[in-house]
């Protein structure tokens, strides 16, 4: 678990550290606002396209050699990124960050779902969704720090060098211990079954990959009228990739690279949906806050990432526990956790309300974070751990490539909702009235996170 959590750790703690970093990088590098979208949407686009078809790969041919490659592709372009001399050698950089990432994620679940079985793969999913929170949750700190104690006008280096350390230690991990057998081809094909490169799937890739860049460009660079038009070709490109794939896998069910079968499990699909829901809204408040504090409150980079330390330390102290206890309580305690996600952006509302009266302070927005900590430390092990419990060993990589894909595309689309939102409602009412508003969209989200939970609780109670 050390050897598969450090690497991911590095992979997630750069989609958050970076955002308190673009101020230091615009300075730096005489960004753009274009060039800075780019910085946050570039990484998250490669991470997602990557996902699915690296999550097959690794099934047909070895975990533990795709795993070993992505972390090695991951470390060495953030190191080339924290040399990066123009804002377009950097965003290309962060693409193949993304693509690096996308390579060693459905690894790590693939491999969690072959080497543990029962409590002890609770356990396993709660460690991974402990490291998940904590990565996300103390990015900010982290990169906060770092620019603040370096000099200016290259801090924002110090975001990107600091994944070094930990990708070159968790590569040595990996390569100690993790099980040889992981490079093994974990699949065996049936007679007449396609073989090399054709057991990708290479024409549901291309449909898949086009459908995801397509529908995700209107959130991060078109928000126009072309955006709306590449979003319907994005999703006609879906349809016809699931079409592609149910006629593939009937003709023969090794081919597809994602057999749609996957969706006929009810485990799958009920808590696949809270956590793609909860990932639509929760992950556009680590942005928003970061900006309210410095730009709303006037506050440094690094006091931007103390006030979500509070998230941190209850994911830490939390998600390792609920792991253990999913398999007796898993449906009640996701109910919960998404209850309290909601609760926990009525309350970042009311603190933002109070900047505006004696009564205000960030404690308040810290207390908010905390019990934003305590719900996510529920819904992730609990849903993770809740939706591989059916799902069969030899599409485990598959399955959790389709699953963490759709996260990614739907993070990219609500943090572009959410900060537009954000810098809408400041344009015309100022940074206390855009927080507000923006924690209560967050909440909205979060509505609709609770129907889906309650949904996968009455499945589970009926199984």
């Known amino acids: 678990m050390i050897a598969l959590l450090l690497p991911l750790f590095a992979a997630l703690m750069s989609v958050s550290s970076v955002m308190v970093a673009l101020p230091a990088m615009e300075e730096g590098l005489g960004a753009s606002s274009s060039d800075l979208q780019w910085v946050l949407a570039g990484y ?122 930990v990708v070159v230690t968790g590569l040595l991990a990996a390569f100690l211990w993790l099980p040889r057998d992981e490079d093994k081809q974990t699949t065996t094909s049936a007679p007449g079954s396609a073989r090399g490169l054709a057991r990708l799937d290479p024409v549901g890739a291309l449909l898949l990959t086009a459908a995801i860049v397509l529908i995700m460009l209107p959130f991060i660079q078109f928000p126009n009228l072309l955006g709306g038009v590449l979003a319907a070709a994005g999703s006609a490109l879906l349809g016809l990739w699931l079409w592609w794939e149910k006629r593939t896998g009937d003709r023969d069910p090794e081919a597809p690279m994602v057999n749609l079968r996957l969706f006929a499990l009810p485990s799958y699909t009920w808590n696949s949906a809270v956590l793609i829901l909860f990932f639509a809204g929760m992950p556009g408040i680590w942005a928003v806050v970061a900006i309210y504090v410095q730009q709303g409150l006037g506050h440094g980079a690094f006091l931007a990432g103390l006030v979500t330390l509070p998230s941190a330390i209850m994911v830490v102290l939390l998600a390792s526990q609920v792991g253990k206890r999913v398999e007796r309580s898993g449906p009640r305690m996701l ?68 699953a963490q894909s759709a996260q990614r595309v739907v993070t990219a689309m609500g943090l572009a909702a959410v900060t537009a939102v954000y810098f809408g409602v400041t344009a015309q009412a100022g940074h206390q009235f855009g927080m507000t508003v923006s924690a209560l969209t967050i909440g909205g989200f979060m509505l609709l996170c609770i129907a889906s939970a309650a949904g996968a609780a009455r499945r589970a109670q009926r199984s």
């Open 44 to 165: 998250a686009l490669a991470f997602g396209v990557g996902l699915v078809p690296a999550g097959r790969a690794g099934d047909l041919w070895g975990r533990r050699a795709f795993f070993l490659a992505g972390v090695s592709l991951f470390g060495l372009s953030s190191l080339a990124a924290a040399f990066a001399p123009t804002p377009g050698a950097l965003n290309l950089l962060r693409i193949v960050m993304g693509l690096g990432a996308s390579m060693l994620v459905p690894q790590i679940i693939g491999m969690i779902q072959r080497l543990f079985h029962g409590s002890a793969r609770g356990r396993a999913y709660g460690l991974m969704s402990t490291v998940i929170g904590f990565a996300v949750a103390a990015g900010p700190l982290i990169g906060g720090a770092l620019i603040d104690l370096a000099p200016p006008p290259h801090s924002w280096r110090l975001v990107f060098l600091v994944n070094v350390p």
């Open 335 to 402: 109910l919960l956790g998404s209850i309290s996600a909601a609760g926990s952006m009525v309350v970042l509302a009311a603190a933002a309300w109070l900047m505006d009266t004696g009564y205000g302070s960030l404690w308040w927005v810290a207390l908010a974070m905390g019990f934003n900590g305590f719900a996510q430390a529920l819904i992730i092990p609990s849903a993770q751990t809740l939706s591989m419990q059916d799902v069969p060993e030899h599409m485990a990589g598959a399955a959790g490539g389709v």
